[in-house]
């Protein structure tokens, strides 16, 4: 079966890289949403006289959000049709609330549940604490308004996402990224993800 694996989680919890990881191990087409329209982001909001680094407002959330999020989506239904397996990386939050969004990405990839192992590995850490330190230490641009904002955002932060989808439980995975990511870690998720 192709395989549609969903990473997801808040800021911080390291889902690029526990992807990249496991993409070691199994060819994916890997679609990291900040990559696929990161630019053009950066672009309108520069355009409109914004923080280049926002993703928060009002204006992000209203006109360039689902742009980013549909776009995203469109690549991966083409790399489904084309018989590859997909990565997502993104939070996908009001996504994953939405119980028809994954019914029409394989609708529309001429896919079906028979043919696609469709799961979800969120990300999660310990605490916030530990959250803070990673986006701190990473030193993304993009994280400032996060830093800045920490008692407002954090009150928003899920660790867990609402997923609404009809998938297995089994078809999700809530894996803890708090420590160092071991090659057990590592193949404990290769497991999950391959079905073994």
């Avoid at 980013?68 to 489904?80: G, Q, S, V």
């Avoid at 979800?120 to 530990?130: F, W, Y």
């Avoid at 803070?132 to 955002?153: G, N």
Wanted: with cysteine; net charge negative; charged share 30%.
């Amino acid at each position: 079966m192709q395989k549609l694996v969903f990473f997801v989680g808040v800021a911080g919890t390291g889902k690029t890289t526990v992807a990249l990881k496991l993409a070691e191990r199994i060819q994916a087409a890997f679609l990291d949403r900040d990559t696929v329209g990161g630019r053009f982001v950066e672009k309108m909001l520069e355009m409109n006289g914004l923080d280049v680094n926002d993703r928060d407002s009002d204006f992000y959330k209203k006109h360039l959000r689902d742009l980013e999020y549909d776009t995203t989506k469109d690549i991966c239904i083409e790399n489904l049709a084309a018989g590859q397996n997909v990565f997502m990386i993104s939070p996908f939050t009001a996504e994953l609330k939405n119980k028809a969004w994954i019914e029409e990405v394989l609708a529309a990839a001429g896919k079906t549940h028979a043919e696609v192992d469709v799961k979800v590995v969120a990300v999660t850490l310990k605490d916030m604490d530990l959250q803070k330190e990673r986006i701190i230490d990473r030193q993304t641009e993009r994280d400032t308004w996060k830093l800045e904002h920490w008692d407002d955002f954090k009150h928003r932060v899920q660790f867990v996402p609402d997923i609404q989808w009809e998938i297995p439980e089994s078809s999700v995975l809530v894996f803890d990224n708090s420590g160092e990511l071991t090659e057990e870690k590592i193949e404990q998720l290769y497991r999950f993800v391959a079905g073994e």
